[in-house]
């Protein structure tokens, strides 16, 4: 039997097609399959069918499509294979065959044998596996994930295909390259790794002047209909052309950036580990140097798996591991990266394996419109990122083998290293983890602990009483490290005391977390440290329970508290000497696992459920008026109206919204904290907090490339505003989410919610709205290169907008208006338009929308030929920019500035100014450095720059 995906979705039996033709059933059977032996939850697939818009059928509808399915199966006695289990489906393939497992595997072995010299046989998989492929990926399905889905698998041919092409232009196959990219490269012009290999290939075979038309035309395209230069990887292919080389070389330019470094810091305080850490030693591969010399490669990477006894709480696997990785990291010249996945948060708020990936992408400097969507070529980037690389990967409290997987390399040189309370068999089964059994501290490496901290003079005096804390710590290092902190801070209190307050037990302290062991429970240490807290740090204590984490800062915690900064500044000082809280940066605190586990069953024992509600509530306002405030600052001059907000509670610190630059500040360290807090808030009924928290997240996750997190905040948002019937917060949510899909490339997407974002400003009646929404659609057409289409949008916002007599709204309309009629190579109406949103902007006091019309008024002059006046444009807009602390912009306009000074002959100046944008963008991470860094690498003809249009 034979499962496809990979071009038509269908089942073969004995050489027949089983009749699943319904493009729904398809869907189903789909789905099924790309989660093959795992359970798919009923509600998992109305969701993907569906999305946000379900009909009041649609649960009778899969189980239809199943039951079609099944009996299809039953046809070819395969009908076992699809079960119905507790709230879902569970395919299982068993000794059957899905191509697209074996295309992942022939990928990866691909790899193995390319790492290992052996490229004609990497070749020969590459090409079986692409083989595979009979059309487009999940053809003749119908859902709301087929198209994402589809995408992905597509993209993950791609990747194939540039890879066989890599491989065999370093074999010298110039001719068998060429033939079987021509036809891609004729589907995806613009796609510059594919047309890199193609010119390469041509020019292997002889035919130098058809690769020079393809990277003239090429050019030409990007130029015109994306208003962007080849990047490196294109440029630099034309380079080697030009210099007679044409067959592949090694990768040569590393990262964008500098190598990643996470780790956290080495533990001040670590001792004993003796065996364990003979034990990981044995892992390394033994001569690492020498390899080096002969330019050969480590041993395969494997998982290190730290694991307490029975899933020990408190026992130091973070602790070991990252000691352990502080010492090997030398070994590991290409990065170390770290995460803590959460698996075992109070909560259940583990961090997935999606967002684990792009913040490792996004660490190895992977631009965040190169990151895929779907989990499967997330992880495909991750591993082809760390291949030919050594890089230390330490992956923090695990919750199980699945969430893992996705996480590790692929290719030999790697090492990664995974705590967890779960001993991850599968790991150990599937992935060959050498598992490291981390037990407790034995009494001499406890007595060493304790004497490190206490000093040997305490230690000695107080000899026997140190042994009965001992005892009574059963070697639990976090236990330790509490009395340590309580012995080191009342110096006075003797330890024969703390060592009798230990013996006092509470059995039913912290039995949820108790680990069956009453000498391992950690209440008792728990509950005397709370217990010697004055009044005041004990209730903070407790009510730091209520925070969704992952840590908070101070004007945080005093609104949850309703207290003023300055009286929590104290508490929270004295909650850190005893070791309850970690300061883990200046004025941001976070909460072990443990502790946040005692201090929330403490808020529930002790606090009534008025202060908890009350503490929540407080908590939430000073997110929303905050985030609202920050907001504010990034994008004053706002098309979207803002929601109207309720006053803060009583007791609630905004805190100080001095400019700019605090606001992104605040949103970086913050906006983890309020993605959080927008699920905890729809999840406790606090859906108008979901929604216009969400709301005040928009600007910055848009700005700042997290665009995955920015539709789910906006999903969260629009289901809370749908219960509460509110069309204003769902129109923004709508907003939200056509943003994100414009972003990630979902242009029908972005289209379908601003047709409904349409329907509910109409409704309510809202001009200003409904002129927004239409620039919004003139965005996403431009994006397409439909630009005749955005124009008339841009008109029909422009329109309402005079109507509503908005003249911030037209003041961007027109600068818009000006930008798309010089892209259209109309630079009269241009200077027109952007003249008159230069005055408007001048009138209403809107510096950023002046800046961005001055890059425009540049952008037209540069068209025209006049590039010292386009200059003088630039620099009246870089110099807004820089009063404005708009970081992004400044580095943009810089880089334009470079390409007009360029075509007026400075060339010193103007790789001056490509420099400046180049260190700006790389201090932002933001994949826009490409553009000057490639310009500053290749010496280039003058072009048109971006320009200054805004969605």
């Known amino acids: 039997m034979r499962w496809s995906v990979l071009g038509p979705v269908q089942v073969t039996a004995g050489g027949r097609v089983l009749p699943i033709d319904r493009p729904q059933q398809r869907a189903v059977l789909a789905l099924l399959l790309l989660n093959a032996d795992r359970l798919v939850p009923l509600g998992q697939l109305v969701s993907a069918l569906w999305a946000d818009d379900p009909p009041v059928s649609a649960r009778t509808q899969v189980q239809v499509c199943v039951s079609r399915i099944r009996a299809a199966l039953r046809e070819a006695g395969a009908a076992a294979l699809l079960t119905t289990q507790t709230g879902g489906y569970r395919l299982t393939l068993g000794g059957t065959e899905l191509d697209l497992a074996e295309f992942t595997v022939a990928v990866e072995r691909a790899r193995a044998e390319e790492a290992a010299g052996r490229q004609a046989e990497a070749a020969r998989l590459l090409r079986d596996g692409l083989a595979l492929w009979r059309g487009p990926a999940l053809a003749g399905a119908a859902g709301a994930f087929v198209d994402a889905a589809a995408a992905g698998l597509d993209e993950q041919r791609l990747l194939g295909y540039e890879r066989l092409a890599a491989v065999e232009l370093e074999l010298g196959w110039f001719a068998a390259t060429a033939r079987t990219l021509r036809p891609l490269v004729a589907e995806h012009p613009l796609r510059e790794p594919l047309v890199a290999a193609y010119l390469l290939a041509l020019a292997g075979c002889g035919q130098q002047a058809a690769a020079l038309r393809l990277y003239a035309e090429t050019r030409r395209r990007l130029v015109d209909e994306l208003g962007i230069d080849p990047g490196p990887e294109l440029s630099g292919a034309h380079l080697r052309m030009l210099r007679g080389r044409p067959a592949a070389e090694p990768a040569s330019a590393g990262p964008a950036g500098p190598p990643p470094a996470q780790l956290p810091g080495d533990p001040a305080w670590f001792s004993g580990r003796t065996a364990a850490l003979r034990q990981l030693d044995a892992l ?435 289901a809370a505003a749908r219960r509460r019937g509110d069309l204003a917060g769902q129109a923004l949510a709508h907003r939200g989410l056509a943003i994100a899909c414009t972003w990630s490339g979902d242009h029908e997407a972005a289209h379908r919610h601003y047709r409904r974002d349409l329907e509910l400003y109409r409704e309510l009646g809202d001009v200003t709205g409904q002129a927004h929404t239409h620039l919004g659609v003139s965005w996403v057409l431009a994006r397409q290169g439909r630009l005749r289409s955005a124009l008339d949008e841009t008109r029909l916002a422009l329109d309402l907008y005079r109507t509503a007599d908005y003249r911030v709204g037209q003041a961007k309309a027109l600068n818009n208006l000006g930008w798309m009629h010089s892209r259209l190579g109309e630079p009269g109406p241009a200077l027109h338009c952007c003249q008159a949103a230069l005055r408007l902007h001048e009138e209403t006091g809107d510096r950023h929308g002046a800046a961005l019309t001055w890059d425009s008024l540049g952008y037209v002059r540069h068209g025209l030929g006049d590039h010292d006046e386009a200059a003088d444009c630039y620099r009246r807009a870089l110099a807004l920019h820089r009063e404005l602390g708009d970081r992004y912009d400044e580095a943009e306009v810089l880089d334009n500035l470079g390409d007009s000074l360029r075509a007026a002959g400075d060339l010193d100046a103007a790789r001056r100014a490509w420099r400046e944008a180049l260190t700006i963008f790389d201090e932002l991470r933001h994949p826009d450095a490409d553009r000057p860094r490639a310009k500053l690498a290749v010496p280039a003809v003058p072009v048109a720059p971006t320009g200054g249009g805004e969605p």
């Open 284 to 718: 390394l591969p033994a001569e690492p140097a020498r390899a080096d010399r002969d330019g050969g490669q480590d041993d395969p990477a494997r998982a290190v798996v730290i694991s307490a006894i029975a899933g020990t709480a408190g026992v130091g696997k973070t602790t070991l591991a990252v000691h352990w990785a502080h010492r090997v990291a030398h070994r590991y010249p290409d990065g170390q990266l770290y995460v803590n996945l959460r698996g075992f948060d109070l909560d259940g708020r583990a961090v997935s394996p999606g967002e684990a990936l792009r913040g490792f992408l996004e660490a190895l400097h992977v631009p965040p419109q190169r990151v895929p969507t779907d989990l499967p070529g997330q992880a495909a980037l991750f591993r082809t990122q760390l291949a030919h690389r050594r890089v230390l990967v330490l992956l923090d409290n695990a919750r199980d083998a699945e969430q893992v997987r996705p996480l590790l390399p692929g290719s030999p040189g790697s090492l990664v290293v995974v705590t967890s309370r779960d001993r991850l068999t599968g790991l150990v089964v599937n992935a060959g983890a050498h598992p490291v059994t981390l037990d407790l501290l034995a009494p001499v490496e406890a007595r060493e602990l304790l004497t490190a901290r206490l000093g040997r003079g305490r230690a000695r005096r107080e000899a026997a009483a140190l042994d009965e804390i001992v005892r009574c710590c059963a070697g639990l290092p976090l236990a330790l490290a509490v009395v340590a902190a309580r012995a080191v801070g009342q110096p006075d209190v003797s330890l024969e005391l703390l060592a009798g307050e230990l013996r006092d037990g509470d059995p039913d302290r912290l039995s949820p977390l108790a680990t069956g062991d009453p000498m391992t429970d950690v209440r008792a240490v728990f509950s005397w440290s709370y217990r010697a807290l004055d009044a005041d740090s004990a209730r903070l204590f407790r009510l730091l329970g209520l925070h969704p984490g992952p840590d908070a800062g101070r004007t945080a915690v005093a609104s949850l508290a309703g207290l003023p900064p300055a009286r929590v500044g104290p508490l929270l000082a004295d909650l850190t000497r005893a070791s309850l809280l970690t300061e883990r940066t200046a004025g941001r605190y976070a909460m072990h696992d443990l502790l946040r586990a005692y201090a929330s069953e403490l808020c529930h024992d002790t606090e009534p459920e008025a202060e908890r509600e009350a503490g929540r509530r407080r908590l939430f306002d000073h997110y929303l008026h905050a985030s609202h405030a920050a907001d504010h600052l990034l994008d004053p001059y706002r098309l979207a109206r803002p929601a109207a907000l309720p006053p803060p509670a009583t007791g609630v610190t905004v805190g100080d919204r001095p400019e700019h630059a605090w606001a992104t500040a605040w949103f970086a360290a913050e906006h983890h904290v309020l993605l959080a807090c927008v699920e905890r808030a729809a999840a406790t009924g606090l859906d108008r907090h979901a929604w216009t928290l969400a709301a005040a997240l928009t600007t910055y996750l848009d700005r700042s490339g997290h665009w995955p997190e920015l539709a789910a905040a906006q999903r969260t948002a629009l």
